[in-house]
Nanobody
Framework: QVQLVESGGGLVQAGGSLRLSCAGS????????MGWFRQAPEKEREFVAA????????YYANSVKGRFTISRDNAKNTVYLQMNSLKPEDTAVYYC??????????????WGQGTQVTVSS
């Protein structure tokens, strides 16, 4: 049973930074593509970033490119999302996801419980 547990959300001022973590358990993720999605109030869930575990190849939504960085720590079975230059429109619940197809923005089948990120203006 795959489990994904996010942490690191919070309240930050515009222009600030946060780092989200997603700790995975239940299996090794060496063949997986891991990703982050977010959902703002009254909006659909949207793709943010993804990383291929095997070689750390990454891709991003245009809205976060150049500001967010996704990475992974093999020893800790953890994926990170470093978020810099945050904007109020980044406010959302952020979800970790596993099982994407590389290059796709369609989610995989495994989800974490989500962590709230609020950016104040």
């Amino acid at each position: 049973q795959v489990q994904l547990v996010e942490s690191g959300g919070g309240l930050v001022q515009a222009g600030g930074s946060l780092r989200l973590s997603c700790a995975g358990s239940g299996r090794t993720f060496s063949s997986y593509v891991m990703g982050w999605f977010r959902q703002a109030p009254e909006k659909e869930r949207e793709f943010v970033a993804a990383i291929r575990w095997s070689d750390s190849s990454t891709y991003y939504a245009n809205s976060v490119k150049g500001r967010f960085t996704i990475s992974r720590d093999n020893a800790k079975n953890t994926v990170y999302l470093q978020m810099n230059s945050l904007k109020p429109e980044d406010t959302a619940v952020y979800y970790c996801n596993a099982g994407l197809t590389y290059g796709s923005t369609w989610p995989g089948i495994y989800w974490g419980q989500g962590t709230q990120v609020t950016v104040s203006s």
